[in-house]
């Protein structure tokens, strides 16, 4: 098989796998992910409070209740390229091709007591690059590649050609599992795995000319073309995650960690140049193992929430880039044979310098609940540095310093199912190259002197010119928030504390007292005239110490399933209560009313209140009682009788009211 010198390719091989591979915004990624998100800048770590929360921190989840989530982002980025190339020549500009593809996701979060699980499967936000592989003196693209192309007088050599041709067939999904722990109502602990799972495809062009017997560095008739495969990817990742929720003010910090380096064995696929010298050549073996380090992240946000329904975040994140300073190549017993001019060798391993920057993002953003919390209109902004150096930029290492303007809004279709819609301008700073360090793919040929001028024999470097760089993001989605996240159980329906027995005291006797009555009930009505014997204490009797029928009742004891509308066991006797009353007087009816407290919307409390009258009249209606008396009717949060903002207060508008329409 005759190939073209494996070093060759080794080299392209490093430096293409290393920018595209999906790792975080800023590094790899033009930015963070999620339709919702977007809408708020990105500035969504400690309010994370759906399954987005598996991606931006984990214990966000512990409030996100029972929710399903489908959404996806798509990304127009444009980037024009106006390369100078290593003789000082401006070439013709070219444009990047990168296919709009829908970034999406799919979550489910399950509460189970103070524990919250999670799952997602999300693809990372990096697009699949491609550019022209030839440009035509007349204006347009052509295929330079092929043998129709080549003999077409018209049809140039691509000027980005070193940098990358295409990455299209690359793929890639992140499974993230994630539990969360709440040990107390306001705090949560959370802790997820990151499972990169995926292949690699890049295809670029290669160069042979190895200063001697060809003397110009981009002679296209030296060029090649290579194209590798890295497959399949499996990278595990941890990220923990917390947050606490002092009412106000919720605090929240997350933690990502790569503990290993991406690594696999890649298999290439050479294209011999038409240079004579080429001819005879053979390589021995294919594969070469790469390793690429990924940083940690750490994000941290503090989110101010100083009226009912508004919320505004301030976000920092940090990743640490600039630990890959070089991609690292080892050919897997790679040797080149009958090689004019150079014999049989080993091909050794190759460093490919990166030398990244650490990305800050600082981020700002919110929403605003209206419409009776139907509507969230969000809104965020973000700023973010560049992980790469002017030295460092090519077409193929895309980034710059950028601006992130974002716009969302939240509607509720129908009970709980809630549709996601985002925009947002990336504003990217425009580079202009003149000082790059990003060598041709080419080992052969021996590296210009420091100080060299631009035309100096020596490598050729293929990043300097102009880039132009906008892009636009449009995001989408849906969630179903099947059940609301539980208040913990002891606030939710709190118990009556038990009655204290007090010892009784010895007094002396001054004169013999009767003995009071009997009352066991406590209804202060003897049990020799209390037909009702077994009244719950704190409803009101009449003189035959019976349920008395009022205007307007309430029943102590009537509790549910914590977050949901189910009748608890410890329902029964007040419930039997509210039967005894409703028998004795046929002749009325009855509005069975719900209430909650304030935490939650409004919306949500609307819901579940009137879920919860509907059971209690559906229970009195199994019971004898016939449902045209009874009207169910849910207040959710509109009707308070004590102070919301203390757990005691709460507990107390946490009620079913019985109230006479007669």
């Not at 990168?98 to 970034?103: S, V």
């Not at 928030?481 to 009784?504: F, G, L, S």
Request: aromatic share 8%; net charge negative; glycine share 10%.
């Amino acid at each position: 098989m005759k190939r073209l010198a494996l070093p060759l390719a080794l080299a392209v091989l490093a430096g293409v796998f290393a920018a595209p591979a999906p790792a975080e915004a800023g590094g790899l990624f033009l930015t963070d992910r999620g339709a919702r998100p977007l809408g708020r800048g990105f500035a969504f770590v400690a309010g994370a409070d759906d399954p987005q929360a598996l991606w931006y921190n984990p214990a966000g989840i512990a409030w996100s209740g029972q929710q399903f989530l489908l959404d996806a982002t798509l990304t127009f980025l444009r980037t024009d390229f106006t390369r100078i190339d290593s003789g000082g020549n401006e070439l013709p500009t070219v444009q990047l091709d990168a296919t709009p593809l829908p970034i999406p996701m799919i979550a489910y979060t399950h509460p189970i007591g103070d524990w919250t699980l999670g799952l997602g499967l999300h693809a990372p936000n990096a697009g699949l690059l491609s550019w022209p592989r030839g440009v035509r003196a007349s204006g347009g693209t052509c295929d330079a590649t092929t043998a129709e192309g080549m003999g077409d007088a018209d049809c140039e050599a691509a000027p980005q050609r070193y940098s990358l041709y295409t990455l299209e067939g690359s793929s890639f999904v992140n499974i993230t599992p994630a539990i969360a722990w709440k040990p107390i109502d306001s705090l949560s602990i959370g802790v997820g795995m990151n499972l990169l799972v995926g292949s690699f495809v890049g295809e670029t062009a290669i160069s042979g000319c190895d200063g001697f017997l060809c003397t110009q560095p981009e002679n296209p008739e030296w060029d090649g073309v290579a194209r590798f495969t890295l497959s399949p990817i499996v990278h595990p990742g941890l990220t923990l995650g917390a947050t606490y929720d002092a009412g106000i003010v919720r605090v929240g910090a997350s933690f990502v960690w790569w503990p290993n380096a991406v690594s696999g064995d890649a298999e290439l696929d050479v294209r011999l140049p038409a240079a004579p010298i080429f001819d005879g050549a053979e390589v021995d073996g294919s594969k070469a193992r790469l390793e690429l380090d990924l940083p940690f992240t750490v994000r941290g946000g503090v989110e101010l929430r100083p009226i009912r329904g508004l919320r505004i975040e301030a976000a920092l994140v940090w990743e640490h880039w600039s630990m890959q300073d070089a991609a690292k190549i080892e050919p897997r017993d790679v040797w080149i044979r009958n090689a004019v001019a150079i014999g049989d060798y080993q091909v050794g391993p190759i460093n490919i310098p990166r030398q990244m920057n650490d990305v800050f993002s600082v981020r700002l953003g919110g929403q605003y609940a209206t419409w009776e919390d139907r509507l969230v209109i969000s809104a965020g902004v973000n700023f973010e540095n560049s992980s790469f150096d002017d030295a460092y930029l090519t077409p193929l290492t895309i980034d710059s310093q950028k601006w992130v303007v974002g716009l969302g809004a939240a509607l509720e279709v129908t009970d709980g199912v809630w549709l996601d819609v985002s925009y947002a301008h990336v504003f990217l700073q425009d580079r202009n190259v003149t000082n790059s360090q990003v060598a041709q793919p080419n080992p052969i040929r021996p590296p210009r002197e420091d100080g060299a001028p631009p035309n100096a024999s020596g490598a050729a470097y293929i990043g300097n010119g102009r880039y132009d760089i906008e892009a636009d993001i449009v995001g989408v989605g849906i969630r179903w928030q099947i059940d609301a996240p539980a208040p913990r159980a002891e606030e939710d329906e709190a118990e009556e504390p038990a009655p204290v027995e007090e010892e009784p005291v010895a007094t002396p006797a001054l004169a013999a007292t009767p003995e009071p009555p009997s009352d066991l009930d406590g209804d202060g009505v003897p049990d020799d005239a209390d037909e009702c014997d077994d009244t719950i204490a704190g409803v009101m009797v009449d003189p035959l110490g019976c349920p008395a029928l009022q205007d307007a009742m309430t029943f102590p004891g009537i509790a549910f399933a914590s977050g949901g509308a189910e009748l608890t066991p410890e329902s029964i006797p007040a419930l039997e209560q509210v039967l005894h009353v409703l028998r004795r007087h046929p002749e009325v009816r009855i509005q069975v009313g719900g209430h909650t407290d304030s935490r939650g919307s409004a919306r949500h409390n609307l819901r579940l209140s009137t879920q919860r009258a509907r059971a209690v009249a559906q229970w009195l209606a199994d019971h004898g009682v016939d449902p045209a008396r009874l009207d169910a009717e849910g207040f959710g949060e509109t009707q308070p009788v004590a102070d919301n903002q203390t757990a005691e207060g709460r507990e107390q508008n946490r009620r079913i009211e019985f109230r006479v329409v007669r």
